[in-house]
């Protein structure tokens, strides 16, 4: 009985080869050149016809039990290429003959005329011709191929017809090949076009507003020209190497920066220089990002990565104007109207809050709703120095939050040494959080509710006047800040991430603005 393996189609124990069961003997210990192991397999029931031809037995068919032995595969045993036995299938004597394709068959020429009214035959001359090993052709003269009479008969075989054909192909070729030749110029053309508006010299740049100061600081918030290129040299070197941001996957620290080599892969398509005006331009004129790419004629993806990675690299390299300073510091720039307060105003301090787009979530919105602004607002705590330099910008918060809590939660009084005096509003009642600094607070009277007037006493309303005209200061510098449009909301929420950032380059700029409060009043 057969036996074959599981899944395979490989015999494992034998009585003979199917090939030589009829009409030959079993062969016994018979192994080809080109068989390595002697093994017997069987045939797939999906070749059993095929197998039934190849073998062309007569009343036998290829069934389940039919065993072929390797002597009769190409290659030993059967391949994807080759599955079937090819080799000594009429017995080992035979010689195997390689399969070759016949020789073609003469044509006959026909003694008698032709059946169309013309003749094809190459260099043709009228009378006969003699074709060798055939009989003598005699040529109709219907037509004559020496003259210049154009022939109409428009038979596949006919020369003259088939030099017509020609001659129109060629007149077809040379007019695609004008009109191929005209689209290359137009092409050519609109590319030279391209080029043009999209090079340097008509892209938006610095150079073309640099001769007015004025331009400049409406475009950048920086009061010249000069400033911008101060700005740039402080930048330069850091930008250099900058990596973009392009998500998550651009978060990791690269082996060139820790190296200090230059950053790999392709070159920038705008320059350093370009680069810091887009990021000023959206801070300043909050400009939309199709706009910005067709003034500079790159990419609104461009753009996108720009902004993305330069604020927040432009807040690093800033970060240092807004500068804390000493008693000692501030007393070299004290204004008069400072000089009535006890002690040393350390800082004047306010809250500005920035609109932002709704969030869809109830809760999120609850916690940035201000009933103020009747709006989602970002609230900022801004204070100044008696100078009106912009000193402390703390976190956005909320707009539910209010100024107390922003000041509890910014890490404002620890900022704060003994002996300070601190400006602020009415809404600001933080004595108990300056207690323990011991740090005096200003701020206007509140209304008695207990009086039988609610009127001020002339010595309030005097107070009331001169913490007024101080207190004033902080809201000259927020109007600077607001002044940057992208501060004048509503910010979409795909930038809260960044907006912090934005506030410390905007109050940085600020800064390099002209003093806003004189030593003395005009």
Request: charged letters at 20%.
């Amino acid at each position: 009985m057969w036996q074959f393996l599981a899944n395979s189609n490989t015999v494992r124990h034998y009585s003979y080869c199917i090939i030589f069961h009829s009409p030959f003997p079993p062969p016994r210990n018979i192994i080809k050149e080109h068989v390595t192991h002697l093994r017997f397999h069987r045939c797939p029931e999906r070749y059993y016809q095929l197998w039934t031809k190849l073998l062309g037995w007569a009343n036998w068919k290829a069934s389940a039990s039919t065993a072929v032995c390797s002597n009769h595969f190409r290659h030993g045993q059967p391949y994807p290429a080759d599955p079937h036995p090819t080799m000594f299938l009429r017995g080992y004597d035979t010689v195997e003959k390689e399969l070759t394709r016949g020789p073609p068959k003469k044509r006959e020429l026909s003694d008698g005329p032709p059946t169309n009214n013309c003749k094809s035959a190459r260099g043709l001359n009228a009378g006969n011709l003699t074709v060798p090993g055939y009989s003598t052709v005699q040529l109709i003269h219907g037509h004559d191929y020496t003259s210049n009479t154009p022939c109409h008969c428009n038979q596949l075989t006919c020369v003259l017809c088939g030099m017509t054909r020609v001659a129109q192909l060629q007149k077809q070729i040379q007019e695609m090949q004008d009109i191929l030749l005209e689209t290359k110029n137009q092409l050519e053309e609109a590319k030279e076009t391209i080029k043009k508006s999209t090079s340097p010299a008509n892209h938006f740049s610095i150079n073309q507003i640099s001769h007015s100061n004025d331009l400049v600081k409406m475009y950048t918030g920086l009061p010249s020209y000069s400033l911008f290129q101060w700005v740039l040299s402080e930048v330069r070197p850091n930008a250099q190497n900058i990596k973009y941001h392009k998500g998550t996957r651009s978060a990791g620290h690269k082996k060139y920066e820790s190296r200090g080599q230059d950053r790999p892969g392709k070159k920038r398509s705008l320059s350093i220089e370009d680069e810091l005006l887009i990021t000023l331009m959206k801070l300043r004129l909050n400009l939309n990002q199709v706009d910005l790419s067709v003034r500079f004629g790159v990419a609104q993806s461009t753009i996108s990565q720009i902004l993305s990675t330069w604020i927040p690299f432009l807040a690093t390299e800033l970060k240092a104007l807004i500068y804390w300073p000493t008693k000692k510091q501030i007393y070299k720039y004290y204004p008069t109207c400072f000089k009535t307060y006890d002690g040393c105003v350390k800082c004047i301090i306010d809250c500005t809050e920035i609109k932002i787009h709704r969030p869809s979530l109830a809760l999120s919105n609850n916690q940035v709703y201000s009933q103020y602004k009747s709006a989602p607002t970002l609230k900022i705590l801004v204070g100044i120095t008696p100078g009106g330099t912009i000193s402390y910008i703390s976190k956005p918060v909320g707009g539910c939050a209010s100024d107390k809590q922003v000041v509890n939660m910014s890490g404002f009084i620890d900022l704060l040494e003994e002996g300070d005096s601190l400006l602020a509003d009415r809404g600001f009642n933080i004595q108990e959080l300056l207690l323990q600094k011991q740090v005096k607070l200003h701020i206007p009277p509140f209304t008695r509710t207990t009086s039988s007037t609610h009127q001020f006493t002339e010595e309030e309303n005097c107070r009331t006047k001169v913490v007024a005209n101080s207190r004033i200061h902080v809201e000259r510098a927020i109007g600077r800040l607001k002044e940057f449009m992208i501060l004048q909301g509503p910010i979409s929420l795909n930038m809260i991430d960044i907006i912090e950032s934005a506030l410390i380059v905007c109050a940085a700029i600020v800064n390099l603005q002209p003093v806003l409060v004189p030593l003395r009043p005009k």
